[in-house]
């Protein structure tokens, strides 16, 4: 069985506002909740692309704490 990525040191996020809700910021972790089946999320680090897929179910939340994100299950490819 392949590895799931989930927890993930970045420099940079990129969400794009059409895609997600949020942030709603808790203490110290912000999170986010997807608005359709395709939204898109694009994380770096180093310079160098480590994630760049879609969500593709509506309502899923990713958590950033710092410097980590926290992934849910169901990360799909780039559409």
Known sequence: M???LR???FDTVQIEDKDWDGPQQNEDV?????KN???SIKI???GTTVLDADF???GTQIKIVGNVVH????LGPEV
């Not at 912000?30 to 997807?34: A, I, L, Q, V």
């Not at 992934?71 to 169901?74: C, I, K, R, V």
């Open 7 to 9: 927890i993930v040191a």
């Open 56 to 58: 593709p179910k509506a």
């Open 30 to 34: 912000m999170t986010y909740k997807s």
């Open 2 to 4: 392949a590895e799931k």
């Open 37 to 39: 089946p395709t939204a």
């Open 44 to 46: 770096t680090r180093g």
């Open 71 to 74: 992934l849910p299950e169901g």
